[in-house]
């Protein structure tokens, strides 16, 4: 039989992606999310359409959470997910990303179920990564070949939101040392597509996207305002696709952290994007120079794959020109209903 799934934050952009692919996959899905996030009411509609009900209510009522039937796995995807908005809402990040984690692992243990965390390459140390590339010169093209696996340093500091995912990760440990509960923690890096919305607090590559078809001037913060930093990205599509294959193998791999992202094949810097957005949009905007970034900021991050290729023999197959492709058209067919929620 098929398993029953709860996907916390499922109303969010990963969630409602994921809630959809595993329906489609006659997985029985539910979804938890307050509705917090600007377009989460959108995604609703999309959920509702495919007959998956949302549990409208906060993941740090552990009341409610603790009330609601019992579910083979439960994913984790309920977050305050924005980096910088962790600075400025303490309560809100901590309520959310740890109490929230917390509620959902007493209520596996109670249950007897799993958990699939979601969780950051913000566990990272901001310290060792600004060592390990700021040396570099952001003047011009970098050519670092480099990737960070689930080995690297994860001393503080490395922001209030990233300290909660890994809080969260802890704390997941000690439930499954204590009570033997089975987990599996990813931790991404850029994830993007369609159900982003351009906004800033959602990644950068729908807001370039977004930016472009707008034809609104940007501007390349940091690193001395050259666009050099790099990133890499993993389309929305290939992480669902990563996540069914944990769930299929769960009796078999588990207790496991993966670093999980597009890659080094799929990392790009800010000024290449921009090459990309003008060729899929046919339109090109003013970019202007702020030199200074904020201090969460990180000059380049691209994930190791290593790991979790060799265990699940996956590995991401769609590039970065179809991950902004993917996200065009879905921005370009919804730009109506989008500006809502701008
Ligand atoms: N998108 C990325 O590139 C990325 C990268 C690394 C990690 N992650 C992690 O993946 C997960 C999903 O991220 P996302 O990009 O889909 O974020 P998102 O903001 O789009 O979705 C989060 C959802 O959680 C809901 N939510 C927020 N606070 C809540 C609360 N207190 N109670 C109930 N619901 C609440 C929101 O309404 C929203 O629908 C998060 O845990 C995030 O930390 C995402």
Same mark, same amino acid.
């Given at each position: 039989?098929?398993?029953?799934?709860?996907?916390?934050?499922?109303?969010?952009?990963?969630?409602?992606?994921?809630?959809?692919?595993?329906?489609?996959?006659?997985?029985?899905?539910?979804?938890?999310?307050?509705?917090?996030?600007?377009?989460?009411?959108?995604?609703?509609?999309?959920?509702?359409?495919?007959?998956?009900?949302? /549990?409208?209510?906060?993941?740090?009522?552990?009341?409610? &959470?603790?009330?609601?039937?019992?579910?083979?796995?439960?994913?984790?995807?309920? *977050?305050?997910? *924005?980096?910088? #908005?962790?600075?400025? %809402?303490?309560?809100?990040?901590?309520?959310?990303?740890?109490?929230?984690?917390?509620?959902?692992?007493?209520?596996?243990?109670?249950?007897?179920?799993?958990? &699939?965390?979601?969780?950051?390459?913000?566990?990272?140390?901001?310290?060792?990564?600004?060592?390990?590339?700021?040396?570099?010169? /952001?003047?011009?093209?970098? +050519?670092?070949?480099?990737?960070?696996?689930?080995?690297?340093?994860?001393?503080?500091?490395?922001?209030?939101?990233?300290? @909660?995912?890994?809080?969260?990760?802890?704390?997941?440990?000690?439930?499954?040392?204590?009570?033997?509960?089975?987990?599996?923690?990813?931790?991404?890096?850029?994830?993007?597509?369609?159900?982003? /919305?351009?906004?800033?607090?959602?990644?950068?590559?729908?807001?370039?996207?977004?930016?472009?078809? @707008?034809?609104?001037?940007?501007?390349?913060?940091?690193?001395?305002?050259?666009?050099?930093? #790099?990133?890499?990205?993993?389309?929305?599509? %290939?992480?669902?696709?990563?996540?069914?294959?944990?769930?299929?193998? /769960?009796?078999?791999?588990?207790?496991?952290?993966? @670093?999980?992202?597009?890659?080094?094949?799929?990392?790009?810097?800010?000024?290449?994007?921009?090459?990309?957005?003008?060729?899929?949009?046919?339109?090109?905007?003013?970019?202007?120079?702020?030199?200074?970034?904020?201090?969460?900021?990180?000059?380049?991050?691209?994930?190791?794959?290593? *790991?979790?290729?060799?265990?699940?023999?996956?590995?991401? +197959?769609?590039?970065?020109?179809?991950?902004?492709?993917? @996200?065009?058209?879905?921005?370009?067919?919804?730009?109506?209903? &989008?500006?809502?929620?701008?």
């Amino acid at each position: 039989m098929k398993k029953k799934i709860l996907i916390t934050g499922g109303c969010g952009f990963i969630g409602t992606n994921l809630c959809i692919y595993l329906k489609k996959k006659h997985y029985l899905v539910y979804s938890l999310d307050n509705l917090s996030r600007k377009g989460s009411i959108y995604n609703l509609k999309l959920l509702s359409d495919l007959k998956i009900k949302n /549990f409208k209510f906060d993941i740090s009522n552990s009341k409610k &959470i603790n009330s609601l039937p019992k579910f083979d796995i439960i994913i984790d995807c309920c *977050a305050e997910a *924005a980096v910088e #908005v962790s600075r400025k %809402d303490i309560d809100r990040v901590i309520n959310t990303n740890l109490i929230g984690t917390i509620n959902i692992l007493k209520k596996v243990k109670k249950d007897n179920s799993k958990i &699939i965390f979601l969780s950051s390459s913000r566990v990272n140390s901001i310290r060792t990564i600004n060592k390990m590339f700021l040396r570099h010169d /952001f003047k011009n093209q970098i +050519k670092i070949k480099e990737t960070i696996n689930e080995n690297f340093d994860t001393s503080s500091p490395k922001s209030l939101y990233g300290l @909660t995912k890994h809080a969260s990760e802890m704390f997941i440990e000690e439930f499954s040392f204590a009570f033997n509960l089975k987990y599996i923690i990813n931790r991404l890096g850029v994830v993007s597509g369609p159900l982003q /919305f351009g906004k800033q607090d959602q990644g950068f590559v729908s807001l370039w996207i977004w930016r472009h078809i @707008t034809k609104k001037k940007h501007k390349y913060i940091g690193f001395g305002g050259f666009g050099n930093q #790099v990133r890499d990205v993993l389309h929305i599509k %290939d992480l669902c696709e990563i996540i069914e294959i944990q769930i299929k193998r /769960f009796n078999i791999i588990n207790n496991k952290i993966f @670093t999980i992202g597009g890659s080094l094949k799929n990392s790009i810097s800010l000024k290449k994007l921009t090459l990309i957005c003008q060729k899929i949009t046919n339109n090109k905007i003013k970019f202007s120079k702020l030199r200074k970034t904020s201090i969460y900021d990180l000059p380049y991050f691209v994930s190791s794959n290593k *790991a979790v290729s060799r265990t699940y023999k996956w590995k991401p +197959k769609r590039n970065i020109y179809s991950i902004v492709n993917d @996200t065009h058209s879905w921005l370009v067919s919804q730009k109506k209903v &989008i500006k809502k929620f701008m």
